[in-house]
């Protein structure tokens, strides 16, 4: 039995042996070989498309800050009258008495003083022209913003019209008022206009 079995294996052996040649590879067309770069750009093509699908549409939002940005506030209104107090009265009686004008016992009005007229200076003086009369003389306002300055002089202004006399003589410099006596030629008048926007 065991002969038998060597002999059957010998035999097969040999037939295997004496059959025929395996056929001889040859390089086959580049028609029919696939190309292997092609292959691997379409993989890539359907790689991008499905995550391109797969993605949310439109542009990722960025990151927060983690700081976050303070809101701008608009200027307070203190500040803005601040800026407008410029001058104040005492530099305007200096300013005329270096210039060699009346400007004598300068004193800060009183309720009385003001009557009916608006008190809204932040500043509001009285002082004496000898020259014109002992009770002659001129006011000198100063404001905290314009609408009360223009508010004073126009006051003033009306009141004179009111009463038929001649019109003080009014002359502006930034946040102050002078208010001086009709009766003062308009020469003079203009010296202390000179005097007040010597101020700078």
Do not use: H
């Not at 010998?10 to 067309?29: D, F, R």
């Not at 506030?73 to 001058?87: D, I, L, N, Q, V």
Request: hydrophobic fraction near 40%; aromatic fraction near 8%.
């Amino acid at each position: 039995m065991k002969r038998n079995y060597l002999a059957f294996l010998l035999i097969s052996i040999m037939v295997v042996g004496c059959g025929p040649t395996a056929p001889t590879l040859t390089p086959t067309s580049p028609a029919t070989t696939p190309d292997t770069s092609t292959l691997e750009t379409r993989v890539a093509a359907r790689v991008f498309a499905t995550l391109t699908a797969s993605a949310p549409s439109g542009t990722a939002p960025p990151p927060r800050s983690a700081t976050p940005t303070p809101r701008s506030t608009p200027a307070s209104t203190s500040a803005a009258t601040t800026g407008f107090r410029k001058w104040k009265v005492s530099q305007v009686v200096a300013a005329f008495k270096q210039a060699g004008l009346e400007v004598a016992d300068p004193q800060p009005m009183t309720k009385t003083d003001f009557g009916t007229a608006p008190r809204v200076a932040v500043e509001a003086t009285l002082f004496v022209i000898p020259s014109l009369c002992k009770d002659c003389g001129g006011r000198i306002f100063s404001f905290a913003s314009q609408a009360d300055l223009d508010r004073t002089q126009k006051f003033y202004t009306d009141a004179s019209k009111s009463s038929g006399g001649t019109l003080s003589w009014f002359y502006v410099k930034d946040n102050i008022l002078v208010q001086l006596n009709s009766r003062l030629p308009e020469a003079k008048a203009k010296q202390y206009q000179s005097a007040l926007n010597t101020l700078q």
